[in-house]
Nanobody, 121 residues
Framework: QVQLVESGGGLVQPGGSLRLSCVAS????????MAWYRQAPGKQRELVATASSGGTTSYAASAKGRFTISRDNAKNTVYLQMNSLKPEDTAVYYC???????????????WGQGTQVTVSS
């Protein structure tokens, strides 16, 4: 089994910052892509940012210039630094990790439990 534990969500004022973390644990042989998604009330889940094992990152247009995704491969951890937060960033944020589970070896595609981010004055 592979487990993801997210942390770092909370209430922040517009213009503020938050840093989300997601740690993957379990029998992991390797991790490929790590990503952050979000889902606002009444809306579909949307991709926010991705980070490949090779270091390539990509962002949704709404996140570009304000959010930064990074990963610590030694700790199987992905971060999302969110700056200049806006009320429309309010959502539940989920991390998603894809990789190879160890013994037996097979692909996994795991989601975190979600962490609430609320941007409000």
């Amino acid at each position: 089994q592979v487990q993801l534990v997210e942390s770092g969500g909370g209430l922040v004022q517009p213009g503020g910052s938050l840093r989300l973390s997601c740690v993957a644990s379990g029998s992991i042989a390797s991790i490929n892509d790590m990503a952050w998604y979000r889902q606002a009330p009444g809306k579909q889940r949307e991709l926010v940012a991705t980070a490949s094992s090779g270091g390539t990152t990509s962002y949704a247009a709404s996140a570009k210039g304000r959010f930064t995704i990074s990963r610590d491969n030694a700790k199987n951890t992905v971060y999302l630094q969110m700056n200049s937060l806006k009320p429309e960033d309010t959502a539940v944020y989920y991390c998603n990790v894809r990789g190879v589970r160890a013994v037996p070896y097979y692909l996994f595609d795991q989601w975190g439990q979600g962490t609430q981010v609320t941007v409000s004055s």
